[in-house]
Nanobody, 126 residues
Framework: QVQLVESGGGLVQTGDSLRLSCGASGRSFRGYTMGWFRQGPGKEREFVAAISWTTSMTYYADSVKGRFTISRDNAKNTVYLQMSSLRSDDTAVYYC???????????????????WGQGTQVTVTS
C-alpha cells in the first residue's frame, strides 16, 4: 500500500521557522517528482513547491520564493519543506504529493496526481 505521511506541522508565530517532512513508502519513487501543496481556510488547494527526482531542480510558488526550501533524500524516500519567515497567510493544511509528471504540480491538473498524503496543519499566529 502506497503511503505518503506528513509530519512537522504545528502552531508557530509570525517570523518563525518550521520544517515539514513527508515519508513515502509502498513502492519505488524513482523518477517521481515530489512536492507540497497547501489549502488555507476558505481557499482552494494551491501549489507550494516541487522537486524533480531526475534533475533535483526545484520549483516554487511566487508567494513562498525566498522563504521556503524544498529538498529530498532519495535514499530515504523523504521530501522536506523548510519554511522560514512564516506569515499568517501561510496558515493552511500542507499536503505532500508524488507524481511522475512535473507539469501536474504547476499546471492546475492536481486531480491527476498519483499520490497524496493526508495533510499536516500549519498555523501561524501574529
Amino acid at each position: 500500500q502506497v503511503q505518503l505521511v506528513e509530519s512537522g506541522g504545528g502552531l508557530v508565530q509570525t517570523g518563525d521557522s518550521l520544517r515539514l517532512s513527508c515519508g513515502a513508502s509502498g513502492r519505488s519513487f524513482r523518477g517521481y517528482t515530489m512536492g507540497w501543496f497547501r489549502q488555507g481556510p476558505g481557499k482552494e488547494r494551491e501549489f507550494v513547491a516541487a522537486i524533480s527526482w531526475t534533475t533535483s531542480m526545484t520549483y516554487y510558488a511566487d508567494s513562498v520564493k525566498g522563504r521556503f526550501t524544498i529538498s529530498r533524500d532519495n535514499a530515504k524516500n523523504t521530501v522536506y519543506l523548510q519554511m522560514s519567515s512564516l506569515r499568517s497567510d501561510d496558515t493552511a493544511v500542507y499536503y505532500c504529493a508524488a507524481d511522475p509528471l512535473l507539469p501536474r504540480f504547476m499546471g492546475g491538473t492536481t486531480a491527476s496526481i498519483d499520490y497524496w498524503g493526508q495533510g499536516t496543519q500549519v498555523t501561524v499566529t501574529s
